[in-house]
């Protein structure tokens, strides 16, 4: 597969990323979706495999050169790939010593964000209807009262433009309640 000439003369002819195997893919980089070359990192058949199967390892070290190229896409892609290995030291150390843009950052960062969903404190999804206990006691606001622990709450609602709330029915009075409280039971 060919790639674009603009961004074969950016890159040279070869991936990157690892900068040395011949680049014959264009990927974008979400959530970017249109075709600009700006968008747009020049790889290599085994670091788009890489990729595409969420590989961590040592195929990455590559990255320690990348970061600093010159290009925002290939920083964001670099930052971003650096997260799954980040356990790693010498991952943590180009994490720490990499001076990006904070807009490439969060470039980065995006394919992490919270997606829309309503999770309780050990990750299960909520839905409406669901039941739920409290996993700790909380201060009902404007009563007096404190649901204790184990409470448990039947019926909740999500909150639809907030994912860390729902509301339910405590003590006859809805309540919002922050979903990092409850479990689904
Ligand atoms: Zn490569």
Redesign the pocket.
């Known amino acids: 597969m060919a790639i674009n000439v603009k961004l074969n003369e950016r890159c040279g002819g070869?991936?990157?990323?690892?900068?040395?195997?011949p680049?014959t893919n264009e990927y974008t980089v979400s959530p970017k979706k249109d075709d600009q070359v700006d968008n747009q990192v020049a790889?290599?058949?085994?670091?788009?495999s890489?990729i595409e199967k969420n590989e961590k390892g040592d195929h990455w070290r590559?990255l320690e050169g990348s970061i600093w190229n010159t290009g925002p896409s290939v920083q964001a892609l670099s930052y971003r790939l650096l997260q799954l290995c980040k356990e790693e030291d010498w991952a943590s150390n180009v994490i720490d010593s990499a001076e990006l843009d904070e807009h490439i950052i969060e470039w980065a960062m995006s394919a992490y964000a919270q997606s829309d969903v309503h999770k309780d404190a050990f990750g299960n999804t909520l839905e409406h209807g669901d039941t739920v206990v409290l996993t700790q006691g909380l201060n009902v606001k404007g009563t007096s009262f404190t649901a204790a622990k184990g409470t448990i709450v039947k019926r909740i609602r999500l909150v639809s433009d907030n994912t860390e709330q729902i509301e339910g029915k405590i003590n006859e009075q809805t309540i919002v309640i922050l979903t990092k409280y409850v479990k689904k039971a």
């Open positions: 070869l991936c990157e990323l690892c900068n040395s195997l680049a790889l290599c058949t085994t670091c788009l890489a590559c």
